[in-house]
């Protein structure tokens, strides 16, 4: 029998906390602890291990990037971080996907899609609305000397992977990008997987933004020489 998800909701508003939990557990979806702060969710999600976190972006103490960043570093395998914020172009969603969030949803997002969002990165997924992980990419991605490294790094990939991670910054699903490449699935999913590790990528989330910053999408949307 499959284990329950478990999920962490970090909120400072007692009502959202309420109305998430209603409903991810009407869908059999286990909350076991909630914060009203980034503090206090990090000690939830070292004290429960949950699979996903559900995470406010303005809280107060500790705000919601800060607690992402404590849990993602050096906590591979760990939780699937999902930022909540009420602003779909935001620069704190952008910093918090750059930290390692899986995806984010606004706050007034359906029961079906909550609760779908939620078993999607349980599975490694990332959540990415393309057009909107685009525009807020396009608006606050910046070229600085930490990503140098990056840039260089890209040298690792083949010329194949490179046409994937490009279009992977494009926002294209697994089935868009094999209907592209004239690929199966499972091959474009071999090769997802092959620039995730060697890039050091939590999910599509993270290769989106390397990316831009990375420059081999410029700013605007043109592709650019690694």
Do not use: C, W
Not at 36 to 64: F, K, S, Y
Not at 71 to 83: E, Y
Not at 166 to 172: D, I, N, P, S
């Amino acid at each position: 029998m499959t284990e329950p998800l478990r999920v962490v909701l970090a909120d400072d508003q007692t009502l959202v906390r309420t109305g998430f939990r209603l409903i991810l557990m009407s869908e059999g979806i286990e909350v076991v602890a909630e914060a009203t702060n980034g503090t206090e969710a990090v000690e939830a999600v070292r004290r429960t291990r949950p699979d996903v976190v559900l995470m406010d972006i303005r809280m107060p103490e500790t705000d919601g990037l800060e607690a992402t960043r404590r849990i993602v570093t050096g906590t591979a395998g760990g939780p699937r971080v999902i930022i909540l914020t009420t602003f779909d172009l935001d620069h704190y969603v952008y910093a918090a996907l750059a930290a390692g969030a899986s995806g984010f949803l606004l706050k007034d997002v359906s029961p079906e899609h909550l609760t779908a969002a939620v078993r999607l990165v349980r599975t490694g997924d990332a959540l990415l609305a393309p057009a909107i992980t685009r525009r807020l990419v396009e608006r606050f991605a910046r070229r600085d000397p930490g990503t140098a490294e990056l840039h260089r790094s890209l040298s690792a990939l083949t010329p194949r992977e490179l046409e994937v991670m490009t279009l992977l910054g494009r926002g294209l699903s697994n089935a868009e990008l094999a209907a592209r490449l004239q690929l199966s699935e499972a091959t474009v999913k071999t090769h997802v997987a092959r620039i995730l590790g060697k890039l050091d990528l939590r999910d599509r989330a993270q290769a989106v933004v390397a990316a831009y910053e990375s420059g081999l999408i410029s700013v605007g949307g043109g592709a650019t020489a690694p």
